[in-house]
């Protein structure tokens, strides 16, 4: 499976961006998903995450703010980021964790949040 992100790009505060990562080569529908990111200097953390049952969880820091979603029939995780702040800068991944074989990365999207 391969995961290619979409969506970033330079926003004001208080502006909205969609993230998508589309899947490729299986279906994602049994899969625990999630988004990442990673700041300049910084480790990278977890953002959101979505489970194979549909269970959703949140960063603190995020809450309220944004939403995860994945529509199995487009193969494809959403970020939907709303109230965004100058913190929130950063290249954004996501992920696919498997059982077998590990956890696969997509290639980043940068976002970035003006003040």
């Known amino acids: 499976v391969q995961l290619q992100a979409s969506g970033g790009g330079l926003v004001q505060a208080g502006g909205s961006l969609r993230l998508s990562c589309t899947a490729s080569?299986?279906?994602?529908?049994?899969?625990?998903m999630g988004w990442y990111r990673q700041a300049p200097g910084k480790q990278r953390e977890l953002v959101a995450a979505f489970a194979s049952t549909g269970t959703t969880n949140y960063a603190d820091s995020v809450k309220g703010r944004f939403t995860i979603s994945r529509d199995n029939a487009k193969n494809t995780l959403y970020l939907q980021m709303d109230s965004l702040k100058p913190e929130d800068t950063a290249v954004y991944f996501c992920?696919?964790?498997?059982?077998?074989?590990?956890?696969?990365w997509g290639q980043g999207t940068q976002v970035t949040v003006s003040s």
């Open positions: 992920n696919l964790q498997r059982i077998v074989g590990g956890t696969v």
């Open positions: 080569g299986r279906s994602v529908s049994t899969y625990n």
